[in-house]
């Protein structure tokens, strides 16, 4: 009893868990209302499913969770994401070795974060405006690589690429499972426990502090668009997987999606605040959203409505809980 | 060994575009001693400093420290030699701990990994050897800003620094923690460390002071031995004349009862607090710090709600909810934090002025009319003798003492009753601080009620001419100014709260 309680306050203690915690919860009754609604909800098969629908998610939230955490923002995600897509797709249509057209298309995006760090935090653009540049411009690249078209199937030589990437299964999950799981685990350990995490935590904190106290603030802020531009690259990769072809569209909007399952998950758009395990959890809500939703027959419009108000609603309800809390202090 | 220099500058230059802001200026420090840099606000202390510990670099000169020529120097180079520096804003990053912001930067490892406890006990170890009573674990945005300002003080010396810059480190300290803050300054000088003080609270020198060098307008003016009674040599060689007055007085007939706050209680920092304010005077608050004399005049303004209380204007009882109430009925106040609460300094300052007067420079339809806003602009600078390029430059770009008179003449522009000042000297200089008591002394004259928040003790008492101390929210006591003591101040001050020790 006592190892538990101690155990509970250790675990309190890890900043931001507090919120986290909340939302934990709310996520908890909300699978529970759905899966009452519809048991079917509950079946195995619809659990693998739903992780796999998740996955991407989290990792697109994993990316713009480190950029949200240094206080700055990538919107340029959604359009790496169709990007690395059609980049892939395109290279294997013309009979490249599927696995070459990965590293390929991992050079390419890792570019893309590059410019974006260095446009930050070298030549000191406003992020939003920086990325919303590079956001139109990868775009641009995605409609470019294949003239303006969709491309056509990969084809069977690829196989081997599909399966790594969505339809293999290890065990009960799906591989797109364990990738996400994987990458997870490794950025989760980077952001909380290497000095590369602390920097990044500083960095959104208070960038003067942290230059002063001779944090490199341009390689870290390159490090984290670069682990913004890996992550939406990895998800480009699973959707020309899933769907054996590139589009030009694929992405759209994921930097939004991004921005919400962080957000939902507690990380703070103002910088320094947040942590990963929020972002899974952000992430999930907005999967059994999007799943439960569905099942229960509701229409997509109704849906983004119902996910609308949920993004909105949380961070509210984590203003109000702070004010509560700075009030009573002050009091 | 005692005599040798730990640091050596000479002949160092800075420009910044447009501004020789260094010029052929030198400084010698020597181990175990407290060398204090003096001079106006802009007079380049902060740049000098900031070339020591590498956060500019200098365009010509030569470094030395211990002996030893520096060529490159940023901000890890000079940890690695010892130079720390804790500047005059405070720099911490509020969402990490204490441990974490003292390790900043050079956070320990093993392998990849961050070694969280032994960071933890090394802060816990410098925290205890400092005699300051925190947790190396709380969150830095969770503690008081003098709390934040010790750690800043631990963060530098966590380093093993020897050679200690510090940059205003006292002004958000409460007296208790100066004097422990002087206790550890003496501890380090004592263990060798060479310490540069700027401060602009001059009495505070005799207490750890040993010597003084001056500089003025960019240029070192001269070096000496500090001695107390030369103060007014040194006031001289800071401003580059003689100050005659340094608190100069007018004095004006007392007229009628213009306002007056009964039993106003807004928290628990105000409580029951009841105040008059007549005619062609000027009523000084003095107190500790965190005696409640922001919260009092924050809560009168409308800033903060009320409880209880009664707040009468001209004899007549006005209902102050909100700021925009008491602009209205001619209540005014220049906060204590210029730059966060007083000015928008992104801004210029004809849009700094025009302001809170959008009501009386628009038309119908909310449209600002230019020319009336230019008319105030002018009329507000002239009267004020506000130094600047144009009406156009950004507020934050103007000196401290004339930000403060952009922050008074945004308020004169529209006939106030009642003028609140909150510690509106805080960090100008000795010639800026004249002119600002100059300004209080002609509101006094046109029958402008003055209510002046202050710490500095002998400001308070040169220019009020009615005393009203505060302690822990309620007002402990009203002295008129002639019949003043400091005891007779502190010891109201102090009522009630025993435990807390006075500076001086």
């Given at each position: 009893m006592d190892k538990k309680q101690s155990g509970l306050k250790k675990l309190l203690a890890v900043r931001g868990m507090g919120q986290v915690i909340t939302v934990g919860i709310g996520f908890v009754i909300l699978y529970i209302a759905f899966g009452i609604m519809n048991p079917v909800f509950f079946s195995g098969k619809n659990v693998a499913n739903l992780l796999r629908q998740i996955a991407p998610i989290v990792l697109i939230g994993v990316g713009q969770s480190y950029v949200l955490i240094t206080g700055n923002i990538d919107l340029s995600i959604g359009s790496v994401v169709g990007m690395s897509c059609m980049i892939s797709a395109t290279l294997m249509t013309k009979g490249m070795n599927p696995w070459a057209a990965v590293c390929v298309t991992i050079i390419c995006c890792l570019v893309v974060g590059i410019i974006n760090g260095l446009l930050v935090a070298e030549c000191k653009l406003p992020p939003f405006i920086a990325t919303l540049g590079t956001m139109t411009i990868a775009r641009g690249i995605a409609q470019i690589v294949n003239n303006n078209y969709n491309t056509d199937s990969i084809g069977d030589g690829a196989k081997a690429f599909r399966d790594f990437f969505y339809y293999g299964k290890m065990g009960p999950l799906y591989n797109t499972v364990i990738i996400a799981l994987i990458l997870w685990l490794v950025f989760n350990f980077v952001l909380s426990k290497t000095r590369t995490g602390r920097h990044i935590y500083a960095i959104g904190s208070n960038i003067e502090a942290a230059k002063l106290s001779g944090v490199n603030v341009v390689s870290t802020t390159v490090k984290v668009y670069l682990v913004s531009a890996f992550c939406a690259c990895v998800v480009g990769l699973i959707t020309c997987a899933t769907s054996g072809m590139g589009t030009m569209d694929a992405g759209n909007s994921y930097e939004m999606y991004a921005v919400a399952a962080s957000v939902i998950g507690g990380v703070s758009t103002l910088g320094g605040q947040g942590i990963l395990l929020g972002t899974v959890i952000g992430a999930a809500i907005w999967g059994v959203l999007q799943n439960g939703l569905q099942f229960a027959g509701a229409p997509v419009a109704i849906r983004n409505i119902v996910i609308g108000v949920i993004v909105v609603v949380s961070v509210l309800l984590d203003v109000i809980v702070r004010s509560g809390k700075f009030s009573k202090k002050k009091g | 060994m005692q005599d040798e220099y730990i640091v050596e500058l000479s002949h160092i230059m800075k420009s910044f575009p447009g501004v020789k802001a260094l010029d052929d200026v030198s400084f010698h420090l020597k181990s175990g001693e407290v060398m204090a840099l003096l001079g106006e606000n802009g007079a380049g202390k902060s740049t000098l400093m900031k070339i020591l510990s590498g956060v500019y670099t200098r365009d010509e000169g030569t470094i030395r420290i211990f002996g030893e020529e520096i060529h490159e120097m940023n901000p890890q180079k000079a940890q690695e030699l010892g130079v720390a520096i804790i500047h005059q804003e405070l720099n911490m990053c509020q969402h990490l701990t204490v441990a974490e912001n003292m390790f900043l930067g050079r956070e320990k490892v093993k392998g990849m990994v961050l070694s969280q406890r032994e960071m933890n006990e090394e802060a816990r170890a410098m925290l205890g050897r400092l005699n300051i009573n925190m947790d190396p674990t709380t969150i830095v945005g969770d503690m008081s800003v003098s709390k934040q300002q010790m750690v800043e003080i631990a963060k530098a010396l966590s380093t093993n620094a020897r050679v200690l810059i510090m940059d205003e480190p006292t002004s958000a300290l409460t007296s208790k923690e100066i004097d422990d803050l002087f206790v550890i300054i003496r501890k380090l000088k004592s263990e060798g460390c060479g310490i540069v003080y700027i401060s602009h609270r001059l009495e505070e020198l005799k207490h750890i002071v040993d010597r003084v060098t001056i500089m003025r307008d960019g240029h070192y003016i001269t070096e000496m031995e500090f001695d107390e009674n030369r103060m007014d040599t040194i006031i001289a060689h800071m401003v580059g004349r003689e100050i005659k007055e340094k608190f100069p007085r007018i004095s004006c007939p007392k007229g009628k009862k213009i306002f007056e706050v009964r039993n106003l209680n807004a928290g628990r920092m105000v409580r029951d607090v009841s105040l008059e304010l007549y005619e062609g005077e000027i009523v000084g608050i003095a107190g500790l710090m965190g005696a409640g004399r922001t919260e009092t005049t924050r809560a009168i303004f409308g800033v903060d709600p009320k409880e209880s209380g009664q707040i009468l204007l001209d004899g007549q009882e006005v209902t102050i909810r909100c700021a925009a109430d008491a602009i209205k009925a001619g209540i005014v106040l220049a906060p204590e934090d210029r730059k966060k609460d007083?000015?928008?300094?992104?801004?210029?300052i004809r849009d700094n002025i025009a302001l809170p007067n959008l009501d009386i420079l628009c038309n119908a339809l909310g449209v600002v009319n230019r020319k009336k806003e230019a008319i105030m602009t002018n009329q507000a600078v002239e009267s004020l003798k506000i130094k600047l390029p144009?009406?156009?430059?950004?507020?934050?770009?103007?000196?401290g003492g004339n930000q403060q008179k952009v922050v008074v003449g945004k308020w004169l522009a529209r006939n106030s009753r009642v003028v609140i000042f909150d510690e509106p000297t805080r960090g100008i200089d000795v010639a800026a601080k004249v002119e600002i008591y100059n300004l209080m002394n002609q509101l006094k004259k046109e029958g402008i009620g003055v209510l002046f928040v202050s710490s500095e003790m002998p400001e308070v008492m040169g220019i009020s001419d009615r005393i009203i101390v505060m302690c822990d929210g309620r007002v402990t006591g009203e002295i008129m100014a002639e019949d003043a003591t400091q005891d007779q101040i502190l010891k109201f001050a102090t009522q009630f709260e025993s435990k807390i020790g006075a500076a001086d």
């Amino acid at each position: 009893m006592d190892k538990k309680q101690s155990g509970l306050k250790k675990l309190l203690a890890v900043r931001g868990m507090g919120q986290v915690i909340t939302v934990g919860i709310g996520f908890v009754i909300l699978y529970i209302a759905f899966g009452i609604m519809n048991p079917v909800f509950f079946s195995g098969k619809n659990v693998a499913n739903l992780l796999r629908q998740i996955a991407p998610i989290v990792l697109i939230g994993v990316g713009q969770s480190y950029v949200l955490i240094t206080g700055n923002i990538d919107l340029s995600i959604g359009s790496v994401v169709g990007m690395s897509c059609m980049i892939s797709a395109t290279l294997m249509t013309k009979g490249m070795n599927p696995w070459a057209a990965v590293c390929v298309t991992i050079i390419c995006c890792l570019v893309v974060g590059i410019i974006n760090g260095l446009l930050v935090a070298e030549c000191k653009l406003p992020p939003f405006i920086a990325t919303l540049g590079t956001m139109t411009i990868a775009r641009g690249i995605a409609q470019i690589v294949n003239n303006n078209y969709n491309t056509d199937s990969i084809g069977d030589g690829a196989k081997a690429f599909r399966d790594f990437f969505y339809y293999g299964k290890m065990g009960p999950l799906y591989n797109t499972v364990i990738i996400a799981l994987i990458l997870w685990l490794v950025f989760n350990f980077v952001l909380s426990k290497t000095r590369t995490g602390r920097h990044i935590y500083a960095i959104g904190s208070n960038i003067e502090a942290a230059k002063l106290s001779g944090v490199n603030v341009v390689s870290t802020t390159v490090k984290v668009y670069l682990v913004s531009a890996f992550c939406a690259c990895v998800v480009g990769l699973i959707t020309c997987a899933t769907s054996g072809m590139g589009t030009m569209d694929a992405g759209n909007s994921y930097e939004m999606y991004a921005v919400a399952a962080s957000v939902i998950g507690g990380v703070s758009t103002l910088g320094g605040q947040g942590i990963l395990l929020g972002t899974v959890i952000g992430a999930a809500i907005w999967g059994v959203l999007q799943n439960g939703l569905q099942f229960a027959g509701a229409p997509v419009a109704i849906r983004n409505i119902v996910i609308g108000v949920i993004v909105v609603v949380s961070v509210l309800l984590d203003v109000i809980v702070r004010s509560g809390k700075f009030s009573k202090k002050k009091g | 060994m005692q005599d040798e220099y730990i640091v050596e500058l000479s002949h160092i230059m800075k420009s910044f575009p447009g501004v020789k802001a260094l010029d052929d200026v030198s400084f010698h420090l020597k181990s175990g001693e407290v060398m204090a840099l003096l001079g106006e606000n802009g007079a380049g202390k902060s740049t000098l400093m900031k070339i020591l510990s590498g956060v500019y670099t200098r365009d010509e000169g030569t470094i030395r420290i211990f002996g030893e020529e520096i060529h490159e120097m940023n901000p890890q180079k000079a940890q690695e030699l010892g130079v720390a520096i804790i500047h005059q804003e405070l720099n911490m990053c509020q969402h990490l701990t204490v441990a974490e912001n003292m390790f900043l930067g050079r956070e320990k490892v093993k392998g990849m990994v961050l070694s969280q406890r032994e960071m933890n006990e090394e802060a816990r170890a410098m925290l205890g050897r400092l005699n300051i009573n925190m947790d190396p674990t709380t969150i830095v945005g969770d503690m008081s800003v003098s709390k934040q300002q010790m750690v800043e003080i631990a963060k530098a010396l966590s380093t093993n620094a020897r050679v200690l810059i510090m940059d205003e480190p006292t002004s958000a300290l409460t007296s208790k923690e100066i004097d422990d803050l002087f206790v550890i300054i003496r501890k380090l000088k004592s263990e060798g460390c060479g310490i540069v003080y700027i401060s602009h609270r001059l009495e505070e020198l005799k207490h750890i002071v040993d010597r003084v060098t001056i500089m003025r307008d960019g240029h070192y003016i001269t070096e000496m031995e500090f001695d107390e009674n030369r103060m007014d040599t040194i006031i001289a060689h800071m401003v580059g004349r003689e100050i005659k007055e340094k608190f100069p007085r007018i004095s004006c007939p007392k007229g009628k009862k213009i306002f007056e706050v009964r039993n106003l209680n807004a928290g628990r920092m105000v409580r029951d607090v009841s105040l008059e304010l007549y005619e062609g005077e000027i009523v000084g608050i003095a107190g500790l710090m965190g005696a409640g004399r922001t919260e009092t005049t924050r809560a009168i303004f409308g800033v903060d709600p009320k409880e209880s209380g009664q707040i009468l204007l001209d004899g007549q009882e006005v209902t102050i909810r909100c700021a925009a109430d008491a602009i209205k009925a001619g209540i005014v106040l220049a906060p204590e934090d210029r730059k966060k609460d007083g000015l928008c300094t992104k801004l210029s300052i004809r849009d700094n002025i025009a302001l809170p007067n959008l009501d009386i420079l628009c038309n119908a339809l909310g449209v600002v009319n230019r020319k009336k806003e230019a008319i105030m602009t002018n009329q507000a600078v002239e009267s004020l003798k506000i130094k600047l390029p144009n009406a156009e430059v950004d507020a934050g770009s103007l000196s401290g003492g004339n930000q403060q008179k952009v922050v008074v003449g945004k308020w004169l522009a529209r006939n106030s009753r009642v003028v609140i000042f909150d510690e509106p000297t805080r960090g100008i200089d000795v010639a800026a601080k004249v002119e600002i008591y100059n300004l209080m002394n002609q509101l006094k004259k046109e029958g402008i009620g003055v209510l002046f928040v202050s710490s500095e003790m002998p400001e308070v008492m040169g220019i009020s001419d009615r005393i009203i101390v505060m302690c822990d929210g309620r007002v402990t006591g009203e002295i008129m100014a002639e019949d003043a003591t400091q005891d007779q101040i502190l010891k109201f001050a102090t009522q009630f709260e025993s435990k807390i020790g006075a500076a001086d």
